[in-house]
């Protein structure tokens, strides 16, 4: 068959009308997957598992896994092509037909922005209290080892490890640090405990863990639930051990050891993300409907500094309506310690904009289209 039968064919088959349909109907399928696994799951875990994959897995015995059905990852990338295959080939580039090339292009926009969210959105969350200044937020999905040189007394040093490369056998070394760090164990869930009389052996030598017990538990998902990871790490330098630590982030103290006239300091922590500005919590109102206890609205005054930037002004921060700075969006989430504490969610996605100018441009796009329609109609009948 000559090859460029054989493009046109394939031209063919990927701008088709039925390959359009079957990609609806799996994301639709999908869609019904992802909402009833987000009752054992949660929302995050769900969506990941589903929407935001290129094959959704089947768990095996052993740790294996099994590819069960395409994801929303490869389905919407199938249907980007179908609909970029379908503009050129099968829509006239003519100016009767602008309105639905307008339609086609946000739809197009659409699933752009939703793989860029996939890949580059980042959210976190900044508690602070009443009176409290800020300067990072934290990441409770995630975790990081933070090493801490504490030898001076009014600032630490901090190096921090992604809890990505805290996995058994790894040996972890920085300029920054006179020893290295190997991972023994590594449990994205534990049980911790105080020891008893009956426990094996503790493979901790320093800190407080010879005094722990700690086993490994599965992995909590709901979206109210935290995993209480746990590490167990050996300082070395060079060939001697300075000793094997547990460390946790449900361990509210860090622990470490002093040598060489430094002192060093270990904790498991919810990942920072470091701001090149502060915000300060000057005040948090919590409003309920007159008579009841039903909230009505909750709102943050903060005071924004950014030296940098010449920034040094109040904010208000409440429902539906965030700060929005340096590429980042501030929402009022929740509260905590008797309206004392109010928690941001921080989100950064650079193509937060890309769904708005796709909807207006659909919008734009059907209306040019069937209002040309109906003027072409109107003047038929006259």
Same mark, same amino acid.
């Given at each position: 068959?000559?090859?460029?039968?054989? !493009?046109?064919? &394939?031209?063919?088959?990927?701008?088709?009308?039925?390959?359009?349909?079957?990609?609806?109907?799996?994301?639709?399928?999908?869609?019904?997957?992802?909402?009833?696994? $987000?009752?054992?799951?949660?929302?995050?875990?769900?969506?990941?598992?589903?929407?935001?994959?290129?094959?959704?897995?089947?768990?095996?015995?052993?740790?294996?896994? #099994?590819?069960?059905?395409?994801?929303?990852?490869?389905? +919407?990338?199938?249907?980007?092509?179908?609909?970029?295959?379908?503009?050129?080939?099968?829509?006239?580039?003519?100016?009767?037909?602008?309105?639905?090339?307008?339609?086609?292009? /946000? !739809?197009?926009?659409?699933? =752009?922005? %939703?793989?860029?969210?996939?890949?580059? $959105?980042?959210?976190?969350?900044?508690? @602070?209290?009443?009176? $409290?200044?800020?300067?990072?937020?934290?990441?409770?999905?995630? #975790?990081?080892?933070?090493?801490?040189?504490?030898?001076?007394?009014? &600032?630490? =040093?901090?190096?921090?490890?992604? *809890?990505?490369?805290?996995?058994?056998?790894?040996?972890?070394?920085?300029?920054?640090?006179?020893?290295?760090?190997?991972?023994?164990?590594?449990?994205?869930?534990?049980?911790?405990?105080?020891?008893?009389?009956?426990?094996?052996?503790?493979?901790?030598?320093?800190?407080?863990?010879?005094?722990?017990?700690?086993?490994?538990?599965? %992995?909590?998902?709901?979206?109210?639930?935290?995993? &209480?990871?746990?590490?167990?790490? %050996?300082?070395? *330098?060079?060939? %001697?051990?300075?000793?094997?630590?547990?460390?946790?982030?449900?361990? +509210?103290?860090?622990?470490?050891?002093?040598?060489? /006239?430094?002192?060093?300091?270990?904790?498991?922590?919810?990942?920072?993300?470091?701001?090149?500005?502060?915000?300060?919590?000057?005040?948090?109102?919590?409003?309920?409907?007159? +008579?009841?206890?039903?909230?009505?609205?909750?709102?943050? @005054?903060?005071?924004?500094?950014?030296?940098?930037?010449?920034?040094?002004?109040? !904010?208000?921060?409440?429902?539906?309506?965030?700060?929005?700075? *340096?590429?980042?969006?501030?929402?009022?989430?929740?509260?905590?310690?008797?309206?004392? =504490?109010?928690?941001? $969610?921080?989100?950064?996605?650079? /193509?937060?904009?890309?769904?708005?100018?796709?909807?207006?441009?659909?919008?734009?796009?059907? !209306?040019?289209?069937?209002?040309?329609?109906?003027?072409?109609?109107?003047?038929?009948?006259?």
């Amino acid at each position: 068959m000559p090859r460029e039968s054989l !493009v046109r064919r &394939a031209a063919r088959a990927l701008s088709s009308l039925k390959l359009t349909l079957t990609c609806l109907a799996l994301l639709m399928l999908l869609v019904v997957a992802c909402t009833l696994l $987000q009752v054992p799951l949660g929302t995050r875990v769900a969506v990941e598992r589903t929407i935001r994959t290129f094959l959704v897995w089947a768990p095996l015995d052993g740790g294996r896994r #099994l590819p069960v059905f395409p994801g929303g990852g490869l389905v +919407g990338a199938v249907l980007l092509v179908n609909l970029l295959f379908a503009q050129f080939l099968r829509l006239e580039l003519s100016r009767r037909k602008a309105g639905m090339w307008l339609a086609h292009l /946000g !739809v197009v926009l659409l699933f =752009v922005g %939703e793989f860029g969210t996939a890949l580059f $959105q980042v959210e976190s969350q900044m508690p @602070i209290e009443v009176g $409290q200044t800020r300067d990072y937020s934290e990441d409770v999905r995630r #975790l990081e080892l933070a090493v801490a040189d504490a030898t001076a007394p009014d &600032a630490d =040093v901090v190096t921090a490890v992604p *809890d990505s490369l805290l996995r058994p056998g790894a040996e972890i070394a920085h300029p920054s640090l006179p020893f290295s760090i190997r991972v023994r164990r590594w449990y994205a869930n534990s049980e911790l405990g105080m020891r008893k009389p009956d426990s094996p052996p503790s493979e901790a030598t320093a800190g407080i863990g010879p005094g722990l017990d700690v086993r490994e538990a599965p %992995e909590v998902a709901s979206d109210d639930a935290e995993n &209480a990871a746990a590490a167990l790490i %050996e300082v070395r *330098d060079g060939a %001697e051990s300075l000793g094997t630590f547990w460390v946790s982030n449900e361990l +509210g103290a860090p622990q470490g050891f002093a040598r060489g /006239g430094r002192t060093w300091r270990f904790s498991l922590r919810p990942r920072r993300y470091y701001l090149p500005f502060a915000l300060t919590l000057e005040e948090f109102h919590h409003d309920i409907y007159p +008579g009841t206890d039903i909230p009505k609205n909750f709102s943050s @005054i903060v005071r924004l500094r950014d030296p940098s930037r010449g920034e040094d002004r109040p !904010v208000k921060i409440w429902m539906n309506n965030p700060l929005r700075y *340096d590429g980042k969006a501030f929402y009022q989430a929740s509260f905590g310690q008797g309206d004392r =504490v109010s928690v941001l $969610q921080v989100v950064r996605n650079p /193509g937060w904009r890309l769904p708005y100018l796709a909807c207006a441009l659909v919008a734009l796009g059907l !209306v040019l289209h069937f209002g040309a329609k109906l003027a072409s109609s109107l003047g038929g009948a006259r």
